[in-house]
């Protein structure tokens, strides 16, 4: 059965309709206010964005979330989990230092920041899942305390996934870093040909995992733990994953923890996906590079699944830029995510999602 997706495209010539205001009122068509009980603990889940990203949602548009939230009764709190690789975000005090740069100040989005996995990435429970790869996965433990929660995501382009939206924040966003481990089982190997020998990616990784052969680099499979770091920031692309046989259970073992993480919560959890600064990558890489196709709008549902497959279509739908990363499928209706990782099938966490109960493919998109 389809589920309802609300829509508010960017324009306006009015203060009544400006994005504020257009985030509170997808808010309540959407029926959020329903989700969440007078003293619930209230976890807004968001990505801070890594350090030298700047494509991450702005906290602006945070604030009325929040501010609708208390409005329904309960206290909220704005939350993320740590990192498996090194960076701006892998332990809690750096995590939180990172997010206040980047606006998310209380000051700002009047809430406090709780890092749900703790201060190492130690604090998680055991979820039973039962599915094709996981019976248990492991959530991140303040968002699984949580009462209810509204899912913030930045839909964007990535490099394993295709795309990262409202799946993808619950799988990634919701785990520890040993859950993380779980989902990045793909290993990449080192495309000697184009590879320089200039040792960045043996300085990224996070375990040690890459060493230099003369002027080559080595991965280390029984140290690597596929954080896929080394893939993002090889400047000659020299290293890459068989996407012949890694990318789908990647995919779907990602699917498999967004289910974990939003199953206690049934009837309980909003997802709101902003489709501005459409990228190319994650937002957890240290730039942000040009967009992919024109800034189109913001969505909200209560079905994570319907949201993204309203999301994706929706950027398929533009035209893409020339001048952009996005090297084929510039016409309308053309997958754009395929001309960016042409080995990714972004389609497939949509597919696998509604085989595993977490939501419909289908949706029934309402304009506001």
């Known amino acids: 059965m389809a589920s309802d997706v609300y829509f508010t495209d960017l324009r306006t010539r009015?203060?009544?309709?400006?994005?504020?205001?257009k985030i509170k009122g997808l808010f309540d068509a959407a029926g959020f206010s329903t989700l969440i009980a007078r003293n619930h603990l209230t976890a807004i889940k968001i990505h801070f964005g890594e350090s030298g990203n700047d494509s991450y949602i702005n906290p602006i548009f945070v604030r009325p979330v929040v501010d609708k939230v208390k409005k329904a009764g309960a206290r909220t709190f704005l939350t993320d989990s740590n990192t498996l690789y090194s960076g701006s975000r892998s332990n809690a005090v750096d995590h939180l230092i990172t997010a206040i740069e980047h606006g998310f100040a209380y000051a700002v989005v009047g809430a406090p920041l709780i890092i749900a996995d703790g201060l190492r990435s130690k604090n998680f429970t055991e979820i039973e899942i039962n599915r094709n790869h996981f019976k248990n996965v492991k959530?991140?433990?303040?968002?699984?305390?949580?009462?209810?929660?509204?899912?913030?995501?930045?839909?964007?382009?990535?490099?394993?996934?295709?795309f990262g939206g409202a799946i993808k924040n619950l799988a990634m966003g919701c785990a520890p870093a040993a859950g993380k481990r779980e989902q990045h089982t793909p290993r990449p190997v080192v495309v000697a040909k184009k590879c320089t020998g200039c040792a960045l990616c043996q300085n990224i990784c996070p375990v040690g995992a890459i060493s230099m052969e003369g002027q080559k680099s080595r991965i280390d499979k029984s140290l690597c733990i596929g954080c896929g770091e080394c893939v993002a920031m090889c400047p000659e692309k020299a290293i890459a994953l068989d996407w012949r046989t890694e990318i789908i259970p990647f995919i779907e073992k990602m699917t498999e923890y967004a289910y974990g993480a939003a199953k206690n919560k049934?009837?309980?959890?909003?997802?709101?996906?902003?489709?501005?600064?459409?990228?190319?990558?994650?937002?957890?890489?240290?730039?942000?590079?040009?967009?992919?196709?024109?800034?189109?709008?913001?969505?909200?549902?209560k079905d994570p699944v319907a949201l993204d497959s309203a999301s994706y279509d929706l950027v398929n739908q533009q035209s893409g830029f020339k001048n952009s990363l996005l090297s084929c499928n510039h016409q309308p209706g053309e997958n754009k995510f395929k001309g960016v990782w042409n080995y990714a099938d972004g389609r497939h966490q949509i597919v696998y999602a509604e085989k595993i109960g977490l939501g419909s493919a289908q949706y029934n998109l309402i304009m506001l």
């Open 266 to 301: 049934a009837g309980r959890i909003g997802y709101i996906n902003f489709l501005t600064h459409i990228t190319p990558d994650c937002d957890c890489v240290p730039w942000s590079d040009a967009p992919i196709v024109p800034d189109i709008g913001i969505l909200a549902s």
């Open 14 to 21: 009015n203060e009544k309709k400006n994005k504020v205001n």
């Open 139 to 162: 959530i991140a433990q303040d968002i699984e305390s949580a009462d209810s929660m509204i899912v913030l995501s930045h839909f964007k382009g990535h490099e394993l996934a295709g």
